[in-house]
């Protein structure tokens, strides 16, 4: 039985011990001329693995960015202003009546450099920005972000949508696609690309991202008696010079222009998240009336109102003294050739409620009104309320 022990074991040992041998030789065999060995840590990735990692880092917003950006522009403009300088005696009427030519204000005329951003839409040449950014300018001036300059000329302007169309003549560009803003959701990217501060003179725009925080919003009449419409809300960053530029989606379509910002305080200038831009459907709209020159907002209407009291009520007959009436007609004005009457009170404009005259503008302002539409206005008169139609005419001069 030992002797078998001692067999069993010496054949196991001598399998191990072969085994072993047999490895080691094949190492040597493997590594035969070469000195030494490296540790893969330490090896160059290769140029697959480089490319593997940008293609990893690319996405649908770089992607976005990208395809927009070489139509993207900024814009330098110089316009002429009014600047008006106060007499330190204005109102006096004694200074006023003896020494006009001495104390009255002066009113001086300055040259002042705006900065903006805009966008081409179509390889001709178009561009799309804010009225405010280029509406009255003397000069404009375009950069691409291959540093080339153009001067731009003013095709038109449209100063209650805020929207301006510039032209640079002989010479082809890269355009953006137009999305529509009716199929905009309220989450998806919202990219955001411009100048800011002038940063992006004869080199790329400045890109921020966010999301569509909102759609639709209304502001009735509001910076100096512009009207905002269905604003796209946007948390992506819009800053000073930013006007004029394009919001787009993830997929590289405009889907509107971004305008203004609300910053919670007056003497703020800097984003806090609330952005607004102008709905890319409005723009189509207005860039192809600016092109077929059948924007004309010149119109009249012809009454004055003032607000109701109780004792106007009274006389009226009027269940409330909440509300505005009629207070005078021009003769054979639209207001007269409607059916409106001295003392109507107006109850609606534009379909809005007028509950006093602070509301008036808000309900005129509920849409980009021109020459040779329709206001419907309803009334009370004499106990009935009627509703009536104001054929809105060209103003005359």
Do not use: C
């Amino acid at each position: 039985m030992r002797q078998f022990l001692l067999v069993t074991a010496g054949i196991i040992f001598g399998i191990l011990i072969y085994g072993t041998i047999d490895s080691l030789a094949n190492n040597d065999q493997e590594n035969s001329g070469s000195s030494e060995t490296v540790d893969d840590s330490l090896k160059p990735v290769s140029q697959h693995a480089i490319q593997t990692i940008e293609g990893s880092r690319s996405t649908a917003i770089t992607r976005a960015v990208s395809l927009v950006s070489p139509a993207v522009v900024s814009i330098s403009v110089i316009k002429i202003e009014e600047r008006v300088q106060r007499s330190p005696f204005s109102g006096d009427p004694f200074f006023e009546r003896f020494f006009p030519e001495i104390y009255r204000d002066r009113v001086y005329r300055e040259r002042v450099q705006s900065l903006g951003s805009g966008f081409v839409i179509s390889d001709d040449g178009y561009i799309v920005t804010n009225d405010h950014v280029a509406g009255h300018g003397k000069k404009i001036t375009i950069n691409t972000e291959n540093g080339q300059e153009y001067e731009a000329s003013l095709v038109g302007h449209d100063y209650d949508s805020d929207i301006a169309l510039l032209k640079v003549d002989d010479h082809v560009f890269k355009h953006v696609e137009l999305g529509n803003s009716d199929d905009v959701i309220i989450g998806e990217w919202g990219i955001a690309l411009g100048n800011p501060f002038g940063l992006f003179k004869k080199n790329k725009p400045t890109v921020t991202v966010g999301v569509i925080s909102a759609t639709d919003r209304d502001f009735g009449r509001i910076e100096e008696g512009r009207i905002y419409q269905d604003m796209i809300q946007t948390d992506a960053a819009i800053n000073t010079g930013n006007s004029g530029g394009p919001l787009v989606n993830a997929n590289g379509e405009v889907i509107g222009m971004n305008t203004f910002i609300f910053t919670g305080d007056k003497y703020a200038t800097g984003s806090v998240g609330i952005g607004f831009a102008i709905p890319v459907n409005r723009i189509k709209e207005i860039v192809n009336g600016i092109k077929e020159n059948k924007i004309d907002r010149d119109y009249w209407v012809g009454l004055s109102y003032l607000n109701l009291n109780r004792y106007v009520a009274r006389q009226l007959g009027y269940p409330s003294a909440e509300g505005i009436y009629v207070s005078k007609i021009i003769r054979n004005s639209p207001a007269e050739k409607a059916g409106v009457e001295l003392g109507d009170v107006i109850l609606e404009i534009n379909n809005i409620p007028v509950k006093n005259e602070n509301t008036v503008d808000l309900a005129m302002g509920s849409d980009y009104l021109q020459v040779g539409d329709k206001l419907p206005v309803k009334v009370w008169r004499n106990g009935s309320e009627k509703k009536l139609e104001i054929l809105l005419e060209k103003r005359e001069r």
